[in-house]
């Protein structure tokens, strides 16, 4: 008897999906979902037009498999997104641990100059966290977001900076968030302009910002 056309329709897309990885490998398959999320994030710049179907199709691998790693599409989008957080704040942290460990503006300072080195030679990367339209989410679950990683950490370094004797002028709550604002706007501003790239000018408005900011 000849297989019906459904049939042979299934075993072809059957056939197209990658083979299920050996017992052990599950992470070999959630860093492919990831990579193949990052991937269609640069194409289509929002989570909402991201389709779970089109990440398994890309990964190799049928749409409920996304499941057994991640409960819906935003967890996708902010594992995928964490991953270069987490490689963000490891440089700033670096650098941080690389400065004077008396002088806590020196090592705020440090943190603020390594996030825009890190902008500057991971552009890509950089305007995918920055540029991704995210699905609004209520504030219990907002708590989880990745960027916690970059806040938590300056906020430390300014309370670090309060124990020493300084004072943050403005809002307390709202610091972490000016000095994310103030380099991120910088960064951009020093990619899209069409002048000389000296990131000296980077490192010097770095002091600026800490000078409006801290006071003794």
């Known amino acids: 008897m000849r297989p019906r056309e459904g049939s042979r329709r299934a075993v072809?897309?059957?056939?197209?999906?990658r083979a299920r990885n050996p017992r052990g490998q599950g992470e070999r398959l959630r860093e492919e979902l990831l990579r193949a999320t990052?991937?269609?994030?640069?194409?289509?710049?929002?989570e909402d037009a991201l389709s779970l179907r089109a990440v398994a199709r890309a990964a190799g691998v049928a749409a409920?498999?996304?499941?057994?790693?991640f409960s819906d599409k935003t967890e996708l989008v902010w594992a995928t997104l964490?991953?270069?957080?987490?490689?963000?704040?490891?440089?700033?942290?670096?650098?941080?641990?690389e400065a004077d460990a008396e002088d806590p503006v020196a090592r705020l300072r440090a943190q603020l100059r390594a996030y825009c080195r890190y902008a500057v030679a991971h552009p890509a990367t950089y305007r995918l966290l920055h540029e991704t339209r995210?699905?609004?989410?209520?504030?219990?679950?907002?708590?989880?977001?990745?960027?916690?990683?970059?806040?938590r950490s300056w906020q430390r370094a300014l309370t670090a900076c309060e124990d020493a004797g300084w004072r943050v002028r403005g809002s307390r709550s709202e610091a972490p968030y000016v000095l994310w604002s103030a380099v991120h706007g910088r960064v951009m501003l020093w990619q899209v302009m069409p002048s000389r790239k000296d990131a000296k000018r980077l490192d010097r408005f770095v002091d600026e910002i800490l000078q409006l900011l801290l006071e003794r």
């Open 82 to 97: 964490e991953v270069s957080y987490e490689r963000l704040a490891g440089a700033m942290a670096e650098a941080a641990a």
């Open 38 to 46: 990052e991937r269609l994030l640069e194409e289509v710049g929002s």
């Open 134 to 151: 995210q699905t609004p989410v209520g504030p219990e679950r907002l708590a989880g977001h990745p960027a916690g990683l970059l806040v």
């Open 64 to 69: 409920p498999s996304i499941y057994r790693h």
């Open 12 to 17: 072809n897309e059957s056939a197209a999906v």
